[in-house]
């Protein structure tokens, strides 16, 4: 078994190798001597996009992460933990509203605190709700819709209530099994918490770097394929299609998995449908990208296993487009 993980670490890095080679070659085309289609350049540009813009928001979560494995004991979490799981929703809805993390950010730092002892549906409901929830995101969210403040509400309402739902969601499904994958970080040596602070900066590096190459190949999948359905998908059939405020925020929503925008802009992505899809539509769009999209579901496949995964994938699908289409009745 090790000898085969070594060989996909071995065999992911030289494809790893050729494919940055590739879009080094793509940054100047206009000196190479053959001609490259328009759209394999495109697909390169929102590539490196997707990957510079995720890369620093995923390096800041995974040196949180890396500082709570070193500075956070599991007796402090334990006392920390609201005793009633209902409860402990409750104020999961409140750090993640105190929480300035994108989506990006917010996975590994969760991984690490259900290692710590929160409990799986706790973390669930941080997951989903600190990349809508967080100050930045409802700032921009108020830029790019002033003229409809309803939205910059209904967005913010209707993401608690889907918390909600989900944390509800995944404590009746999994309790406190542990969905988590298991990683050679997990295997980091003990450091006492008696040491001087300069010694504790090394083991956070170690932890940070050894995490970032695991999640790493993840990121890059799925920005790769993010970039070919950007480049490749016809958008104005994807418009004829939302008619209605229930098919509407179902093509919103595939587009808002697709295009795997962070949560700090989503929203003014979304205004740009303003004049072709119903509130309702923009809502999901603007509810359903930070919770899931197609970049994070390589990550979260990367940290939780696939059982979770496709079950935490059905939770959040499944009550975003009901939440939208009430909404839309309620609002008609």
């Given at each position: 078994?090790?000898?085969?993980?070594?060989?996909?670490?071995?065999?992911?890095?030289?494809?790893?190798?050729?494919?940055?080679?590739?879009?080094?070659?793509?940054?100047?085309?206009?000196?190479?001597?053959?001609?490259?289609?328009?759209?394999?350049?495109?697909?390169?540009?929102?590539?490196?996009?997707?990957?510079?813009?995720?890369?620093?928001?995923?390096?800041?979560?995974?040196?949180?992460?890396?500082?709570?494995?070193?500075?956070?004991?599991?007796?402090?979490?334990?006392?920390?933990?609201?005793?009633?799981?209902?409860?402990?929703?409750?104020?999961?809805?409140?750090?993640?509203?105190?929480?300035?993390?994108?989506?990006?950010?917010?996975?590994?730092?969760?991984?690490?605190?259900?290692?710590?002892?929160?409990?799986?549906?706790?973390?669930?409901?941080?997951?989903?709700?600190?990349?809508?929830?967080?100050?930045?995101?409802?700032?921009?969210?108020?830029?790019?819709?002033?003229?409809?403040?309803?939205?910059?509400?209904?967005?913010?309402?209707?993401?608690?209530?889907?918390?909600?739902?989900?944390?509800?969601?995944?404590?009746?499904?999994?309790?406190?099994?542990?969905?988590?994958?298991?990683?050679?970080?997990?295997?980091?040596?003990?450091?006492?918490?008696?040491?001087?602070?300069?010694?504790?900066?090394?083991?956070?590096?170690?932890?940070?770097?050894?995490?970032?190459?695991d999640m790493g190949r993840y990121l890059i999948m799925g920005a790769f394929i993010a970039s070919l359905f950007q480049t490749f998908l016809n958008r104005g059939a994807l418009a004829e299609l939302g008619t209605s405020d229930l098919s509407g925020s179902a093509v919103m929503m595939g587009l808002a998995f697709v295009l795997?925008?962070?949560?700090?802009?989503?929203?003014?992505?979304?205004?740009?449908?303003?004049?072709?899809?119903?509130?309702?539509?923009?809502?999901?769009?603007?509810?359903?990208?930070?919770?899931?999209?197609?970049?994070?579901?390589?990550?979260?496949?990367?940290?939780?296993?696939?059982?979770?995964?496709?079950?935490?994938?059905?939770?959040?699908?499944?009550?975003?487009?009901?939440?939208?289409?009430?909404?839309?009745?309620?609002?008609?």
């Amino acid at each position: 078994m090790e000898a085969l993980q070594q060989f996909a670490r071995r065999s992911f890095s030289i494809l790893l190798f050729f494919f940055l080679l590739y879009c080094f070659i793509l940054l100047e085309p206009n000196k190479l001597s053959f001609h490259i289609p328009e759209s394999l350049l495109n697909v390169n540009t929102i590539f490196l996009s997707i990957l510079l813009e995720s890369i620093p928001f995923i390096m800041l979560g995974i040196f949180f992460s890396s500082c709570i494995e070193i500075f956070v004991s599991d007796e402090w979490m334990t006392k920390w933990i609201v005793k009633n799981p209902y409860g402990a929703i409750g104020s999961a809805v409140v750090i993640s509203i105190l929480s300035p993390v994108c989506e990006c950010a917010v996975i590994p730092v969760v991984r690490r605190l259900i290692q710590k002892g929160l409990p799986l549906h706790v973390g669930s409901v941080i997951l989903v709700g600190a990349p809508i929830l967080n100050p930045i995101v409802i700032l921009s969210t108020y830029y790019a819709f002033s003229k409809h403040l309803e939205l910059v509400y209904a967005r913010i309402g209707l993401a608690i209530v889907i918390c909600i739902i989900t944390g509800l969601m995944t404590y009746w499904i999994f309790g406190n099994k542990n969905m988590l994958k298991p990683h050679k970080t997990d295997a980091l040596p003990e450091h006492s918490l008696k040491q001087q602070n300069g010694k504790r900066l090394k083991p956070i590096i170690t932890h940070a770097v050894e995490e970032f190459f695991d999640m790493g190949r993840y990121l890059i999948m799925g920005a790769f394929i993010a970039s070919l359905f950007q480049t490749f998908l016809n958008r104005g059939a994807l418009a004829e299609l939302g008619t209605s405020d229930l098919s509407g925020s179902a093509v919103m929503m595939g587009l808002a998995f697709v295009l795997s925008l962070c949560s700090h802009a989503d929203a003014f992505v979304a205004s740009t449908f303003s004049g072709t899809y119903s509130h309702a539509s923009l809502l999901s769009f603007m509810l359903y990208g930070p919770m899931l999209d197609l970049k994070n579901t390589f990550v979260y496949a990367s940290f939780f296993k696939k059982r979770f995964v496709f079950v935490f994938s059905i939770i959040i699908s499944a009550s975003v487009l009901a939440i939208a289409w009430l909404y839309g009745l309620i609002t008609a």
